[in-house]
């Protein structure tokens, strides 16, 4: 058995520097654990004289991330640089050496995680990702463990930090979205450029990975509907409340029949019941239903260098542990069940929807007909005058196929007494 | 590569059916994942002419365990029959016969499982048992694999499902305790002899399991403390509610200073916004806190036959993995650190008390200072007039050591205007 393993770390940003760290605080536990010390060998950085988070020998740093992919004494590389050029080229740079790779990087592996995967096991050697979902939250690691023996019918999950922070303190404080976009880009809760978390696509990533080792299958990014927070306002949020419900954006992936499935990120109305209602601040959770163990759901901070870091050396620790019993490539990517990818128009959802119209009779029962005419129905309404002549609609529906209520809105939109739709929201149970 | 793993189980009841069902419904992508069939060859039952919730060939069906244990064929028993004795002995013949171990029996685990473990890993034989703690929640796998690289601070968890159930009727009925236990033992939440559930003993094992494996060490049974639920009444939860908290029965593992554990098992109060809060009726949910992720949270139903026949198969694809790569014992029992138990009289709470008194001047200052004789304060307090001269004192402590806090309800039982001290439950935060 080897005494020793080594690992090389491409990239020391939040999540690279994290993981130095837990590596480095827990140190003699982990060697209890794994049977082996874990040597950090190589890490490769961009600019070698920044000034780091974390303690690592001057002489370890290299800018040349080559030097650790090709380095023969190196078992495992953690790459943690994100994004898909070069880190693609870099892990498989390390496959075609013989080396495990452990990443955190949810846009290559939902976007390439296939062809990764694929060589990975073709070479029996490990791809490991618990950290790219859900920061420090085991949730890939259970679901092709613990849970495995389900059919998992139905995932739903808060898995973007940024954007559940903004959602409730924008609920917190009744306060608009973009005071608090800018309040949390300056606290560095939120990027310079916010457009990945606010308009929905780090969910849609992270969504698209989950679903595939849910379904056994491979869902493309391409094909996960995707809708941001940035048209939620302040009212819809107020309304919401006043329904018994509060405003998340959610990751849902479902299963439809024997072969169909549904992934989509939007923005919904939850019951204050539900436990992902609680889900607050930068937490993530994610809500698993299976066919024998029920609702299951897992909590904690979905993002953050500790929280990271914690996961990515969870799948160090794990490879290390094949690497000692020559077991690498023991559980291998499964996408045996072929998928037929549900489109948006035929999910079918609750609808909240918001108007302003002209504040005289019969306004009400032109909706209701519009409505009617492609088979919504009402479930609740409230109609309130806001003066000068003008009054606001709030309705949920009833359960409707959503090309039905799209049309429904458009025949609302062209007529002549409704002034403005401000905004429709799907409604979740 | 085995093409067929054999397993057998012992004990057809509810977890064992359970087991069957789930291994039966999704054999496809049970083989696909494994990579092999799994083969139900033999089960033991009492009686072989009961009728059974699931479809198993009687051919398969013995009244004698000992024909399962010595089967050369079977790879992995499931070892579903509960209690100590004669589980242990099954265990342990099936480990010397060569076979890996999948059981769901916290009381054997609990009690003797650092044993079965020493002699399971120097057979290099798997041993697991995600059913015992949580049902179909993953608890044990994900702090064994995905947070092992983690320091574990805390765990705390509602990991009984029948005092939840009561608890959650009492709360959100306003019910007593037996009138709720009376009908939960009709509905089958409860057995007929309550006292493992309601004594907090079943807690008490689960936490002993999850605390020993937190810490690295090893926890005895005998030394967490363990108090139940039968002195909750309604009136305290009703209290609880004013102050803004709910009542769980809770199991509680710390970390104190370098090699201090305390581990316990009671009710306390628990402030309505804290995560576990809500977690109602029968099902379970387990915090853990780690030096690097943070506060993560596990939940779903506790008990039930598809969900802990859900981690059961979920233990067996496991070992059937680590089979099929001569794997097996990859991930060892560690009890490298040793732990010192703190006793309850020095663990530190915040507490509610509630008493009956004389109503007249100076009965509040006395009790008052006999609580600060003992350096006891008080954070809040309420003193309600109850007729017939008499008063009720709730009032709740600053955080103090228990020692302090159960001598000062000494003190405050013998002063002449207490009537009586009807309760005193620990506050976590």
């Not at 880190?87 to 290559?108: D, I, Q, T």
């Not at 919401?240 to 919904?268: F, M, S």
Request: charged share 25%.
């Amino acid at each position: 058995m080897k005494d020793k393993i080594n690992i090389g770390i491409l990239g020391l940003g939040v999540v690279g520097s994290g993981t130095v760290k837990v590596l480095q605080q827990n140190a003699d536990s982990i060697r209890e654990k794994v049977g082996s010390e874990i040597v950090i060998r190589k890490v490769a950085v961009r600019d070698l004289n920044k000034r780091r988070a974390t303690d690592v020998p001057r002489e370890i740093l290299t800018n040349n991330p080559i030097e650790v992919l090709d380095d023969p004494e190196i078992d495992i590389i953690c790459e943690l640089i994100g994004g898909v050029s070069p880190a693609r080229e870099y892990v498989m740079r390390a496959l075609k050496n013989g080396k495990h790779v452990v990443s955190a990087n949810k846009e290559l592996i939902a976007k390439e995680g296939y062809l990764i995967t694929a060589e990975a096991d073709r070479l029996n050697l490990d791809f490991q990702f618990e950290g790219a979902v859900g920061g420090g939250i085991p949730i890939i690691q259970p679901m092709r463990n613990a849970l495995s023996g389900n059919r998992v019918q139905e995932l739903m999950g808060i898995v973007n930090g940024t954007t559940n922070y903004i959602l409730t303190r924008m609920t917190l404080e009744g306060a608009d979205f973009d005071m608090v976009l800018r309040d949390a880009q300056a606290q560095g809760y939120a990027e310079a450029d916010p457009t990945s978390d606010v308009g929905g696509f780090d969910a849609q990533y992270k969504i698209a990975i989950l679903s595939s080792i849910a379904f056994n299958s491979r869902v493309n990014v391409a094909d996960v509907y995707v809708e941001g927070i940035t048209h939620i306002t302040r009212r819809d949020i107020e309304c919401a409340r006043e329904l018994g419900h509060v405003i998340k954006l959610l990751g849902i992936a479902t299963r439809v029949g024997d072969d169909g499935v549904q992934v989509r990120v939007h923005p919904a109305l939850l019951p204050n019941a539900h436990p992902l209602a609680s889900t607050n601040d930068v937490y993530n959770a994610i809500y698993v239903r299976g066919d024998s163990v029920g609702d299951v759901m897992f909590y904690g901070r979905g993002a953050g260098m500790m929280p990271t870091g914690s996961a990515v050396v969870g799948d160090v620790i794990d490879v290390c542990r094949n690497i000692r019993m020559g077991a690498t490539g023991r559980v291998r990517t499964n996408t045996f069940e072929a998928k037929r990818m549900i489109p948006m128009v035929d999910v079918e959802s609750k609808y909240y929807l918001r108007m302003q119209v002209d504040d005289r009779p019969k306004v009400l029962a032109s909706v209701a007909m519009a409505l009617g005419d492609h088979d919504v129905s009402i479930e609740t309404v409230v109609q309130k005058s806001t003066g000068r002549d003008l009054a606001e609609i709030i309705l949920v529906t009833h359960t409707v196929r959503e090309g039905n209520m799209r049309e429904a809105i458009e025949d609302i939109r062209s007529l002549e007494t409704v002034r403005q739709v401000f905004n429709w929201i799907r409604v979740e149970k």
